[in-house]
């Protein structure tokens, strides 16, 4: 059974730093993307990063390019999302996604989503 679940969100100040992990069960990271999105309150939800099976290929919105890392992670089967120098607008609930056949800016080509990590910059 498929299963991905965030954590790692919390409050920060403007220019910290957070680590988002995406743990997932089910399917191999071997063979499939994961991306992470996220919905600010009152906005769409927008894709921010992804990754490919291989880690080869990676996308990143404009607004976090330089500043967010995506990573397949040391521990097995997780997908890190790096967020530093962040701002106030990247407040927001975050998502991870997947499996999905390549990495992929848009939510229809993900199945299966976790539940959401609150992230809040805010001084």
């Known amino acids: 059974q498929v299963h991905l679940a965030e954590s790692g969100g919390g409050l920060v100040q403007p220019g910290g730093s957070l680590r988002l992990s995406c743990a997932t069960s089910?399917?191999?990271?071997?063979?499939?993307?994961i991306g992470w999105f996220r919905q600010a309150p009152g906005k769409e939800r927008e894709g921010v990063s992804c990754?490919?099976?291989?880690?080869?290929?990676?996308y990143y919105a404009d607004s976090v390019k330089g500043r967010f890392t995506i990573s397949r992670g040391d521990v097995k089967n997780t997908v890190y999302l790096q967020m530093n120098s962040l701002k106030p607008e990247d407040t927001a609930v975050y998502y991870c996604?997947?499996?999905?056949?390549?990495?992929?800016?848009?939510?229809?080509?993900?199945?299966?989503w976790g539940r959401g990590t609150q992230v809040t910059v805010s001084s």
């Open positions: 990754i490919s099976s291989s880690g080869g290929t990676t």
């Open positions: 089910g399917f191999s990271l071997d063979y499939y993307a």
């Open positions: 996604a997947g499996p999905a056949t390549f990495c992929s800016k848009y939510e229809d080509e993900y199945d299966y």
